[in-house]
């Protein structure tokens, strides 16, 4: 089954402070892309960072990067400098090169900053 | 404004009835897709459309059928609708395979009363 575990349901941190929120998924493939979308109130799903999986090298986007272990199945990513306005729901997800051109989406983690 | 149109934004109507939730894609963008968010399921994938033709089916109930047209713009058909159908409706476009990420609307709430 193609799944997507974020075991974390809620973070905090301090505003300026490094959070690390946490993503595994499952899939027999071995092509795929996977993405953290942030869901901010107003409820806009708004896509954050991505990573070809046949890429060994972490994405980075200003103050977001993603730690991607493929064996481990594991991608969890870190905002640095953490901002009010970071404050949001993070849902981590992939989609395979081959077959149905869906998302699959985790559960969601959501993070609350403190000022 | 992520160049994803859904209307309407906000839907209320009663068990039994049908509603139809529409969505204009991102200019260039070929490919619909249209998902479900409720509080105790996450994001579910419905359906994709690829310039007109059904690509690819997810957990969508009898109930709900859904359409691209020429034009591209594809509507989501909901019908006999009952309480637990009450959710956030997305729509999110993109110009192929998804691997790019989708552009997602800003989705249509719908409330069953």
């Known amino acids: 089954a193609q799944t997507v575990t974020q075991s974390q349901p809620e973070m905090s941190v301090q505003e300026a402070e490094t959070v690390t929120l946490s993503c595994t998924y499952d899939?027999?493939?071995?092509?795929?892309?996977l993405f953290w979308y942030k869901q901010p109130p107003s409820r806009q799903m708004i896509l954050v960072i991505r990573q070809e999986a046949y890429k060994q090298q972490n994405a980075t986007e200003n103050r977001f990067s993603v730690n991607f272990q493929k064996a481990a199945k594991s991608f969890s990513l870190k905002i640095s400098d953490s901002q009010l306005g970071d404050a949001a729901m993070y849902f981590c997800a992939y989609i395979l090169v081959q077959g149905a051109q869906k998302l699959v989406f985790g559960q969601g983690t959501r993070l609350t900053i403190n000022p | 404004d992520s160049g994803v149109t859904q209307t309407p934004k906000h839907l209320i109507t009663a068990t039994g009835q049908r509603v139809t939730l529409r969505c204009s894609p991102r200019s260039g963008d070929l490919s619909v897709y249209w998902y479900q968010q409720s509080l105790d399921q996450g994001l579910q994938f419905l359906i994709h459309?690829?310039?007109?033709?059904?690509?690819a089916k997810g957990n969508i109930l009898e109930r709900f059928s859904a359409q691209q047209f020429p034009d591209l713009h594809s509507e989501l058909n909901l019908s006999s609708l009952e309480l637990g159908d009450s959710a956030l409706y997305f729509c999110?476009?993109?110009?192929?395979?998804?691997?790019?990420?989708?552009?997602f609307g800003s989705g249509t709430r719908l409330t069953v009363v």
């Open positions: 459309y690829y310039n007109g033709e059904e690509r």
């Open positions: 999110a476009s993109d110009r192929g395979r998804g691997t790019y990420g989708y552009t």
């Open positions: 899939t027999s493939e071995s092509d795929y892309y």
